[in-house]
């Protein structure tokens, strides 16, 4: 794929391999999520794949900038799950409006004002239109229609129109950026070198729901289905996930809240995807050896050790440090006696019979020779556990996490959990055999997803679908407010940044005129920033297969031109969108005619600009570096400081 992309020495070359790299991944982009096989042509191994993440995983670029995208692609998706298909689209977009100004002769100080002066006044457009789930959904019997004949939950079709906005109540200075220096220049911030990971973006604040509207009121139903973004099915499991905590927790069904860290996924090869469930407890996929062990466990009260780590006699927590260079003699010389892993093991298994451990949960991975002797024992170890699963089987049963086997005592040691064979699944799955619901007594909030396919390669997009499905479902009752999608808030965005261009072309003339100095390139920015936008749009409309790119950009153009003011921007832009689905969170939302109409599809408010955010700061932070390579820094130079990104 990179070998027909031509790099032009002359100019950047970093932008340029961005761009070549964005475009790698735009069929993936937006409602036809077509499955595709990458072959390595060495060992001759496929892989199939139908996203941007998955697809940058398998292509593993080599290059710097390759290695840059590919951490912040993994970083984004790690938090939000969703929108790396938008985040890499306009990285690439907004690296070629950046080699045109560049060729244009415009400063790569100019460059980085201008754009970040673009992306202010797109916040400043979501933060004016972004929409309250409150006001959404807060009398569903009158908002939303009834369930999907084809659904066994209720998940609406047809969720509110023309729901009332919230402006008033989101507070301006949360939605604009803190990373300009004095002289307004936009810097970067990075919290861990070359990942663009952030907790929580400072820019992005919790829309306040209005003080009459309760927040046991919002139908988390209600606003699954204006995030569901043509995912039924998948949708359907995360609303069901969120009931059955609602239920276990005795809290109301409607309650704003979903926790997603306690839900957890196991794949079952072999059985039609209609057979995918929503499970209380933990259940996990063991091998023979372990479902022996669990069969003989079964309807017993077991105690259970938590490990925080690796179940290893290598094992050192993080941060830990040995000293280079030192050894022991015992170490070195062979004495006949027990190897110092064999040692472990052998202390360790003794602790664990001492405290009659029957269950051992371990967060990383346990050694080969320790699952072998606790097979023995009849102790059953599961490996690989989240740790918020941890945290629950601690405080349900109130077993301390330890780092290492050898810190554990009797006060470490929870009790109260059982295991259940859930299903027997050895003549369908060619590894494991037995699924196994690991449960307490007590409620722990932790629910297990069920996730079925005939197709083993297709296994993985389906776990990807659900929790894209699941987090933006958790990021928007979270966030407490919603964006306009069918291409709405990007249109808006594009029209106020053309509106802008025109105007700073305006002031400019004028100010030349007046003998001043004006900001002559700010409105080619914009523009070209502008342009980006509508290239995203007219690519997902692309990929729907009724529009070529010629017609789908013209057709934008002449739907910004024709509207008036906001909500014609809004109604008009969605009636492009109106025969094609969608499934990523950060691409432009769009529905079936027969199942939608103009504002009734939403994205979210966190993962969007969250993605926006990051493909601006990876177009600027090459496009400094390309600069500094090609013309080196002058720290003797006034004022060169100041241009400078620091990581």
């Not at 604009?176 to 936009?186: D, F, P, V």
């Not at 007590?442 to 699941?470: H, M, P």
């Amino acid at each position: 794929m990179f070998r027909s992309t031509i790099i032009n020495q002359r100019q950047h070359v970093g932008l340029q391999k961005l761009s070549a790299l964005a475009g790698v991944t735009h069929s993936s982009l937006g409602p036809s999520k077509n499955y595709k096989f990458i072959q390595d042509e060495t060992s001759g191994e496929s892989s199939l794949v139908c996203s941007c993440v998955r697809l940058l995983e398998n292509l593993e670029p080599t290059c710097a900038v390759g290695q840059l995208v590919n951490e912040t692609i993994q970083a984004h998706q790690k938090v939000y799950h969703s929108g790396s298909g938008c985040l890499l689209f306009l990285a690439g977009a907004w690296s070629r409006a950046a080699l045109e100004c560049l060729q244009r002769g415009i400063s790569v100080a100019h460059i980085i004002s201008a754009m970040s002066e673009g992306m202010d006044m797109c916040l400043d457009v979501c933060r004016k239109n972004s929409i309250s789930t409150a006001s959404l959904c807060a009398a569903p019997s009158e908002n939303c229609s009834a369930a999907s004949q084809d659904s066994d939950h209720d998940l609406p079709k047809k969720p509110v129109v023309g729901a009332s906005q919230v402006s008033s109540h989101l507070r301006t200075t949360g939605l604009t950026h803190k990373t300009h220096n004095t002289s307004g220049q936009r810097r970067i911030k990075l919290t861990h070198s070359r990942h663009f990971c952030e907790a929580k973006p400072e820019y992005v604040s919790a829309v306040p729901r209005p003080p009459s509207q309760d927040s046991k009121y919002v139908d988390i139903a209600c606003i699954a289905g204006t995030v569901s973004h043509g995912c039924v099915d998948a949708m359907n499991l995360a609303v069901e996930a969120s009931r059955m905590q609602s239920k276990n927790s005795e809290q109301d069904v409607s309650c704003s809240t979903f926790d997603v860290a306690k839900v957890m996924t196991c794949v079952l090869p072999g059985l039609p995807e209609e057979h995918a469930c929503v499970l209380p407890g933990c259940v996990v996929l063991l091998s023979a050896e372990q479902a022996s062990v669990a069969q003989r466990l079964k309807q017993q009260h077991l105690k259970v050790a938590l490990i925080n780590g690796d179940l290893s006699d290598k094992y050192r927590h993080l941060g830990f440090n040995r000293p280079a260079g030192l050894g022991r003699v015992t170490e070195k010389l062979d004495l006949g006696s027990l190897s110092k892993e064999e040692e472990w093991v052998e202390n360790v298994l003794t602790s664990l019979l001492k405290l009659n451990v029957n269950l051992i949960l371990v967060s990383g991975v346990a050694s080969e020779k320790l699952i072998q002797h606790c097979y023995t024992q009849h102790i059953l170890v599961v490996e690989k556990m989240k740790d918020s699963v941890l945290k629950a089987f601690a405080s349900a049963t109130g077993a301390v996490p330890v780092t290492y086997a050898t810190q554990l005592t009797k006060h470490c040691v929870g009790t109260g959990t059982q295991v259940a064979v859930w299903r027997d699944l050895s003549s369908n799955e060619r590894k494991s055999s037995v699924a196994v619901n690991i449960s307490t007594n007590s409620n722990t909030g932790l629910v297990t997803v069920i996730l079925t396919s005939c197709v083993y390669g297709k296994l993985q997009a389906l776990e990807d679908r659900f929790w894209a499905c699941a987090y933006r479902l958790h990021h928007a009752l979270k966030d407490g407010a919603l964006l306009p999608g069918a291409g709405g808030i990007e249109m808006l965005c594009v029209r106020h940044l053309q509106k802008h261009s025109r105007e700073e072309n305006g002031d400019s003339v004028q100010q030349t005129k007046a003998g001043r100095a004006g900001s002559p390139y700010s409105d080619v920015v914009l523009r070209l920033m502008a342009d980006g936008l509508i290239d995203y749009v007219s690519t997902v409309m692309v990929n729907t297969g009724r529009w070529s790119k010629v017609k789908a950009w013209t057709a934008v153009s002449r739907q910004l031109q024709d509207s008036n003011g906001v909500l014609g921007v809004r109604a008009k832009c969605s009636k492009l969108f109106l025969e094609a689905e969608t499934e990523d969170s950060a691409s432009s939302s769009v529905m079936k005619s027969s199942e939608a109409s103009a504002g009734e599809v939403y994205d979210n408010l966190s993962v969007k600009l969250e993605a926006w955010r990051k493909a601006l700061d990876l177009v600027l932070l090459v496009l400094q570096t390309d600069a500094e390579v090609i013309t080196g820094t002058d720290h003797k130079t006034v004022g060169a400081q100041a241009n400078l990104m620091l990581l």
